[in-house]
């Protein structure tokens, strides 16, 4: 399998949009390096799909630039912008076969018949649906027609590819699957990919960056675990995977739950609390509790023990933290 030249970088300058009155993005600035795997996390009506619409050239910008390898892409049409997408409705032509959709954006660029075969070949193989060329889309999988739709955005060759919540549709194993599918994909091909998505352990496991967005700006773009470990604000830390904010005589304080410890593993602790333990549940790998200090609930994430088993609820348990587990917040 030939692998295709890695794909350019992405510079997101000053970026405005507005509908009416209500402010879509807000001064974003975002840099995407070349080959690099760059998520859009935020929740919806953050601005995530409209600064990746914005890239794609489907929607305009007001004020900004965005530039594709140092060239400003905003008067340039979409269609020739060799940017390859992947919807979360994969957007696949019924009435077509697997390799005549892979083929569709090859044909009208008009490549030679020995081209587009050669490379719907390698793309098919790339995404292992050879054996499905021939079927329809209705003949298959959710997932392999994500995996037919992953073939025809990466068989043009796109200096980007963006991915606008591609497995929002998915069940739970099906969307696990293909994220690994996903991880081994960008290794194989090297493409710049930018990716849209709500989903928090997604970002997490897929990302090399990801840029977390709020009303329509970036709030913090850092890799998955910077993001996690040194979020810029509360805000960061509250959104990207659990946190706690605990009440202490200098102030609150945002710790993780697997970072806090109970029962007798609170006793090489900095910070020690008596909590009321509201409630015990065993996850397969351990146990989430969920506890109450000065009215506000606590999650602890702990590891299976007979201390922790033998639990019981309404009653009092030491609750503790070190203060190197504590995240340095605004």
């Known amino acids: 399998m030939t692998v295709p030249a890695l794909g350019k970088a992405v510079s997101i300058r000053s970026l405005d949009k507005s509908y009416g009155a209500t402010k879509a993005l807000n001064g974003v600035s975002l840099e995407i390096a070349a080959g690099e795997f760059c998520t859009l996390l935020g929740a919806s009506g953050s601005g995530k799909t409209t600064l990746l619409k914005t890239i794609a050239g489907f929607e305009n910008y007001d004020t900004g630039a965005i530039l594709i390898g140092g060239t400003d892409i905003g008067p340039v049409p979409v269609s020739k912008r060799n940017i390859g997408m992947v919807f979360q409705n994969y957007a696949l032509f019924p009435h077509m076969s697997v390799r005549r959709n892979v083929a569709f954006g090859l044909e009208m660029r008009r490549l030679t018949k020995a081209e587009i075969t050669s490379r719907v070949e390698e793309a098919l193989a790339l995404v292992d649906l050879t054996a499905y060329a021939e079927r329809l889309p209705r003949q298959l999988s959710g997932g392999q027609q994500q995996r037919v739709a992953l073939a025809r955005a990466l068989v043009i060759k796109p200096d980007i590819l963006l991915m606008d919540e591609p497995l929002g549709a998915l069940d739970k194993n099906l969307r696990q699957s293909i994220q690994l599918e996903l991880k081994r994909l960008h290794a194989a091909v090297g493409a710049t990919v930018v990716y849209v998505t709500h989903d928090q352990e997604e970002a997490l496991f897929l990302s090399d960056r990801i840029a977390l967005m709020d009303k329509g700006r970036i709030v913090q773009a850092a890799s998955p675990r910077d993001l996690y470990d040194r979020p810029a604000n509360r805000f960061v830390a509250g959104f990207l995977g659990e ?6 005589p200098t102030g609150t304080v945002a710790v993780r739950p697997e970072k806090l410890r109970v029962g007798s593993q609170a006793n090489d602790c900095n910070q020690v609390f008596e909590a009321r333990l509201l409630s015990v549940i065993f996850i397969g790998r351990g146990y989430r509790l969920i506890l109450e200090l000065e ?19 309404n009653g009092l348990v030491r609750m503790g933290f070190r203060k190197e587990d504590i995240i340095a917040t605004e």
């Open 295 to 313: 009215g506000i609930e606590i999650t602890v994430l702990t590891e299976t023990s007979d201390e922790i088993a033998a639990l019981r609820t």
């Open 243 to 248: 946190c706690n904010f605990i009440p202490t």
